[in-house]
């Protein structure tokens, strides 16, 4: 069974960072694209950066270029995602995901709050 855990959400200031973590078990990352989404209080949950399976290329959305790196770690079979310059409008819910073709799988999410 495959299960995506997420931490290092939290607390900060704007200009602020956070990394978050996701360790996946059931699988190896490798095989899948990953990818970091994001859903805010009563909008739709939208990518926010991903790496495509195999590879090291990691593509972002353009309200995170720049300031937010997510990278891969097969040997620790998790993924990371390096938020820096926070902003107020980053706060939401963070989740991990695993794809491949048709099959979805996703962690349970972490809260990333960005307050003055």
């Known amino acids: 069974q495959v299960q995506l855990i997420e931490s290092g959400g939290g607390l900060v200031h704007p200009g602020g960072s956070l990394n978050l973590s996701c360790v996946a078990s059931?699988?190896?990352?490798?095989?899948?694209?990953m990818g970091w989404f994001r859903q805010a209080p009563g909008k739709q949950r939208e990518l926010v950066a991903r790496i495509v399976r195999k590879t090291d290329d990691a593509n972002y959305s353009d309200s995170v270029r720049g300031r937010f790196n997510m990278t891969r770690d097969d040997a620790k079979n998790a993924v990371y995602l390096q938020m820096n310059k926070l902003e107020i409008e980053d706060t939401a819910i963070y989740y991990c995901?695993?794809?491949?073709?048709?099959?979805?799988?996703w962690g349970q999410g972490t809260q990333v709050t960005v307050s003055s």
């Open positions: 995901n695993a794809k491949f073709i048709s099959t979805d799988h």
């Open positions: 059931g699988t190896l990352i490798y095989i899948w694209d």
